[in-house]
């Protein structure tokens, strides 16, 4: 749907994504286009679910989630949170898709050293692929 007048244009949301049974390798090139088209800087954050029951095969298991994570961290100014529960888990939060939002988090230190970061704060929207009809 990116690039076409059905994508939602939405901006300065949090974009919260997560997926079953899809394949390391798509999941990658599907968070690129998004990236490289500029939905992704758009946003206030990004809130990754868990993206599980997909069967890893010689090609998909060199994938390293973490460092493809932090490679999209680099990319961003904004947050990216992983691994969250949502979605098609069993253990999950609820997420009020739509409504005015404020997230507090604080950024992972490298390596345990140095004093904890600061609290950050974001306001936003809740948003996760709302479609406009024809």
Known sequence: MLGTPYFPQVQGGVLFLEDVSEHPYRLERMLTQLLYAGVLARQKAILLGQFTD???????AATSWPA???????????PVLTNLPFGHVQTKVVLPVGAKVEMRWRARRHAGVGPSPPLKRARAALFSNPLPMP
């Open 68 to 78: 493809w994570w932090q490679w999209l961290r680099g990319q961003l100014k904004i």
């Open 54 to 60: 997909f069967t890893l095969t010689r090609t998909t």
